[in-house]
């Protein structure tokens, strides 16, 4: 290093210029790189206007890369050069500097809410942080996505307290119970058939002691009546005075609306920078190796173990990338015969793969009709395992096959010798065996889209398939029914994890510690895959959007399962895992994981679109009975509206608005790609630039040194660097 | 909030703060953390300045940094004396710029310094050589390291003279989102 000993020091980083005494020039680190120019721009200029003594000058301070001392300096002549202010600029800046530090004990004082801030910041030191990023994602899946339904689900719940007494209310509501607000029934416009008015969920007879546990564990009995499912909801309004009333079946559905709309916005909003980043990113594979080699490293790793768990990473992906990039070249010079052959060989794996999908989903719609046919079945009813097995038997094959398949797929695709992007697909297999499913229940609900068929014809639905004197049937309505099968995918869920975590993982990781045979040790303890438990999150929030129209409870029994899943989770992560082998990029596949997410939102709305758009509501339950389509609700309300209103929200859904709306849509998305385009060109341009002033510099330096020496045979001392200059000048010239 | 403690004059906090990204509190925590490295030698009144080094060995016993391949090099560039033995002010100033509120230009900046191992303002072929036997524990075979140097260097030498100046490790930094930890 060049120590600067002339005491007179120019930090070029900052543009400043000021004297130092020699002892302080000594601890100069930045004064002996030449840089030919400044890395920073310089922020903090030599002239001060009145606000640069606030946050901008404090902030520009901060990220000098300079040491403390020279930094101290630095303040102290700044502070010194008093700008002249009037005394309302003055007030501005003290104002604005206690507004600052009151923000930062704000901020100090909100750490201690972040939740799981400690358990997480001891995850990402022992694991580093891929792990860090999908535990954060969890933590705020989870708790954005409860927050807004608790908020919700409370509000509306208050306004049914005065329902509390009529919990086993039937169709009509008899007014002549007396309750704290007063209930007025909306009233029927259509007339139902007699048969489809019938709905009685409570358990007639002999009630079994099971019983109770069988209906916590699928949502019938004594759980179908309460406020957690959809049949509970009355159509009425709840008059809170004499002007105002509260319209319940309105309030459900914009409720529902207003969440999976929050939802959407609040998945957009954080893919916004991943979306960023990814674009950036974009040509991510010309640097993968010096990615790799700069940025491998974790400085917050601690411990040794994560330090040589970590460093075994580093140079497994380096050792990847080789590989691969072997791979490329052979591919590249292969024969003909060897391709042929190649692609024979991927067209039958993908068939095979396809063929596995097929019968996977073919398991699903199977298992669900079964379901419901066995559970009329009097030798299974009478048999407590029988009867939660045959409840179970969807959510069962849904999970050994969002198990087999993805597994299965894995194994086939390494004969394919594709390099990594299946991830994607298999995603998608998980998410649709769940429309499978949905579409299974479509089927049987409204016979499939056939309104006419016997079964359906009075009620426009399948009501026979819910004959009223069963024991645990859940009685034609089918929006319960719905909402009771979404309840038991998350319910089992749940159990599948927690119960993998403690009869699969503990005892592996017991069996892998205590016997030392060669298979055992070479199959080793549990992995802890990053990808695969995001992916597990994204069905099941996918799962909890499908069914939080027909339940509207669900999300708050997902936070909660969520925050126990984080800790069992966690729980495992010490105990039994060894990190992934394969490290995980954290920042690029952030952006992945949203996508699918809003792929997951997306794949949930269908069903609720459909059904609040086409199918009948159920006559005997619901807040919708007395409607045509849950829809009609809306345009009800609005013609309660003012006139200028109504027409207003009447010209919104015509024509005379959503062409014109389209158009100019269609105009903004045009000019962002024009800019888009000009952009990526301004890019290649400056990097091609960058490239040749690079070229310049050292055609120039080559010059320079050829012409010092020749130089220096002339002149001697300090005024060599003069000649040097004038020699450049003459160069330029 | 009680200017309770008497380690620091209030200048000197406010000093600290304005030139570091930490809080009171957390610069008061470091202070105690820089202090257990050694009791006998850190006084507990900073108010007149008192010049005090702790020796390499002990800074690099720190568990943060103990087992980081990089220990050596980080020690070095914080350090007023370029060996490793850190005041107060260098400590203060190196977690500052390790911690999670330094921008990410800061960090490349001080990362470039790390990785250049021999002082000389650019990444040559030898610094990345010697980075990436500490990062990989000497476990590649010199095949492979020469490989992954060559590939390194036509991915990011931009201004094609065989090594990588500050300028283009900013702009191969700024493409990479994973860099700022």
Known sequence: MEWNLSGRGTDRSSGYQYHYPDSESLRSRTSSHSYSRPPYPPRAQGEHSPGDETGEGVKALRELPLCLAQKRILSKVSQMKIPVVTKWQSWKLSKSKSMKKLGEEVKEASHYLKLWRKALLKIGENGGEGLFQWERTEVRDCFNQGKQRLVIGTGRRDWERGEGGLVALLSNPSPSVSLPCSLTPLPLSLPGPAECLHYNPSPQGLVYFYSYLLDLLSGTGFMELSALFYGYYQNSEVGVSSQFSYNVPLAYLLTCLFYILLSLTWIVLRSGSGFKLAVVTGDGDLSSYSMSVFCGWDFGLEGEQAARLKQNSIRYELQVELEEDDLRRNAASRTLAQRVCLYTLRGVLNLLVVGLILAAFYCIYRASEQSSILQEDPSVKDNFFLLLLVQYLPSIVITAANFLVPTLCDIIIRFERYSMTMQIKLTLIRLTSLGVLLYSLWNQITCGGEPHESACRPCEYNYAQYPANSLHSCSQCWETRVGQEMYKLMIFDFITGVVVILLVEFPRRMLVDHCSCKPLQLWGRQEFVVPENVLGLVYAQTVVWTGAFFCPFLPLINTVKFILLFYFKKLTLFQNCRPASRTFRSSTSNFFFLLVLLLGLGLACVPLGYSVAVIHPSFGCGPFRSLRHMWDVVPQSLTSLPKTAQSFFNFLGSQAFAVPLFLLSCLVFSYMAAMASVYGNNVAQLKAQLKLEGRDKQFLVKRISELTPANQKKSAGPSGSVVDISETRELWE | ?181
């Open chain 2, 1 to 181: 909030m009680g200017n309770k403690q008497t380690i620091f004059t209030a200048e000197q906090l406010d000093a600290y703060q304005d030139c570091t990204f930490f809080t009171r509190k957390e610069i008061l925590r470091l202070f105690h953390r820089y202090r257990d490295l050694a009791p006998q030698l850190v006084p507990l009144d900073y108010t007149s300045k008192p010049d005090v080094k702790l020796p390499y060995e002990l800074i690099t016993s720190m568990p943060e940094l103990k087992d980081n391949p990089f220990r050596q090099r980080i020690a070095e560039v914080f350090s007023e004396d370029g060996e490793g033995n850190m005041t107060l002010d260098d400590f203060l100033d190196m977690f500052s710029v390790l911690s999670e509120m330094a921008p990410r230009d800061l960090k490349a900046y001080y990362a470039f310094k790390i990785y250049d191992f021999n002082d000389d303002d650019y990444i040559c072929k030898s610094d990345l050589e010697k980075t990436l036997t500490r990062l990989t524990r000497n476990e590649l075979t010199p095949e492979e390291v020469r490989l992954v140097c060559e590939k390194v260097m036509d991915e990011a030498d931009l201004d094609n003279d065989g090594r990588l100046s500050l300028e283009d490790f900013q702009h191969m930094i700024a493409r990479a989102p994973d860099f700022l930890r």
